[in-house]
Structure formats: C-alpha cells, structure tokens
C-alpha cells in the first residue's frame, strides 16, 4: 500500500484553509459557500481503509453542500483498491469516475535552472487576465467559476503562501504557468500548462524544474503532484525525477439530476 500520509497532512492542511470542515470517521466534509461553484472547497474526502457505502458518505455531504449553494457532489477517494464497492458503486449509478496519477519527487535537484522562468511578484490585472486564459486550457470556461478560482486564488491559497511562476513571451506576456503550495511539510505543484502557441520548447520542464528547485530551499522532502495517468505530461515528470505513486478516484454528481 502506498504511503500517502505526506500527501494527506497536505491536502487536510489545505482543506481548513476554506470555511468549513467536518471530520467524519471515513474522512471529512468540506464547504465554503463563498464559492459555490467549484468542487475544491466543496467536497468529500474518503480517506478510510474500511468499507464505507455512497449513502454514509452522502448523509454528511448533501446537507453541507445544501449550506454552500453548492449543486455538484465531488468525491475524492485516497485508497479505491481499498473501497472497490464504493467505487463500483458510484460508477453503477451513473457518475463519470475520474482517476489522477499520483506522482512523488523525493531528494533534491540539478541546480542548474532555465533563467527563463520568473516568480510572480506583482499581482495586477495583466497577471489575472492571463490566468484566467490559462485557466481556459483545463476546459474551465463559464464566467462564474473562472471568477471563483481567482477569488480562492487572491482570497485563500496566495494568503497561506502559494507562489506563482512564468515564462514569458518576447512581449513579457506569461506563456506557461505552474503554482507551489507547501504546507505540512509537503510541496504540491498545481497549475502546470502553456499555451498552445508556446508548446514544445521545454517551458514545462523548465518552470517545474525551477518550482522542485524552491520547494527543496523550504526543507520539504517530498513534493506531489497530479497527472492524467496515460498522458504525455507524466512522462516528463518522470524525466524530471518524479516517480508514479498511485491514483486517486473521484467523480462528480449533479445534484438537480439525482
């Protein structure tokens, strides 16, 4: 089995960033109705060894989310080869499983760093506008959510220590972005994209390299992050140093459709 405690001080960590968060005996419920549309601060954690059915986990969640405004029910589940049931259960029902690769870099790295990629100092509009285009390329496009990910970005992640990095065009616009977040002693890198227009020069390399690079200078020892298990990103990672750890399940309900 794998050892995800690191990734979990993280991830709980970053949970009682946002307003709510109700510990359960298979994990916890959180919500935040400042932001009802995104899942990250609504959601269930299952983070249990022991069986445990999509109706316990919904008699918690569901009345959390009815607080939020939230009408979407995430569930994030840390062991699936552990809650096979769970699983099967929420996929019998019609909910589109969702798995994430797991990836964990240990040790440190090549001092030698690309000069191209710079940490965001100045948070001004020209910065939120390319982050909201950027954010376009995960499939985020409704007005609504893209203004929610900023207000947690401006609100609550910059506020407890995320750092932004970029590499810009000729014009200093930002062409790749990638973020860093330590907490508990574990770094997280989130965010990684570049525009199509700047694809295949290496700037995913470079701005991940220069993020293991700072998150080494803050004494974490382990530092995650999530990839698309047959995509071509986890290969580069695994360039970088990163091996593959496990996967996440989740999957997403639409409340007015159950």
């Known amino acids: 089995m794998p050892d995800l405690e690191p990734l979990l001080r993280f991830w709980r960590a970053q949970d009682e960033l946002f307003d709510r968060v109700e510990l359960?005996?298979?994990?916890?419920?959180v919500s935040d109705p400042?932001?009802?549309?995104?899942?990250?601060p609504n959601y269930a954690r299952v983070e249990t060894l022991q069986p445990v059915t999509l109706g316990e986990i919904?008699?918690?969640?569901?009345?959390?989310?009815e607080r939020s405004t939230c009408h979407r029910a995430h569930v994030v589940?840390?062991?699936?080869?552990?809650?096979t049931d769970l699983v099967t259960e929420a996929s019998t029902r019609g909910d589109r499983l969702v798995w994430d690769l797991v990836m964990e870099h240990r040790g440190g790295i090549d001092?030698?760093?690309?000069g191209s990629v710079d940490e965001v100092t100045d948070f001004d509009g020209a910065f939120w506008s390319s982050y909201r285009a950027s954010a376009r390329h995960f499939d985020i496009t409704d007005d609504d959510v893209l203004d929610e990910l900023e207000a947690i970005e401006r609100e609550v992640l910059l506020p407890a220590g995320?750092?932004?990095?970029?590499?810009?065009?000729?014009?200093?616009?930002?062409?790749a972005f990638a973020a860093l977040l330590v907490l508990e002693g574990a770094s997280y890198?989130?965010?990684v994209v570049t525009l199509p227009e700047a694809r295949r020069r290496g700037y995913a390399t470079a701005i991940?390299?220069?993020i293991l690079a700072e998150a080494q200078a803050s004494g974490t020892d382990r530092t995650y992050l999530l990839a698309e298990p047959d995509g071509v990103a986890a290969g580069m990672y695994e360039r970088l140093g990163f091996r593959r750890v496990t996967h996440l399940a989740s999957w997403i309900s639409k409340l007015e459709e159950r």
């Open 24 to 29: 359960t005996w298979w994990g916890a419920v």
């Open 111 to 114: 001092a030698q760093l690309d």
């Open 189 to 191: 890198i989130d965010h």
């Open 58 to 65: 919904e008699a918690a969640l569901l009345p959390a989310l």
């Open 162 to 175: 995320r750092r932004w990095y970029v590499v810009g065009n000729a014009d200093r616009e930002p062409v």
């Open 208 to 210: 991940t390299r220069r």
């Open 34 to 40: 400042r932001y009802p549309h995104i899942q990250e």
């Open 77 to 83: 589940v840390f062991f699936p080869k552990q809650q």
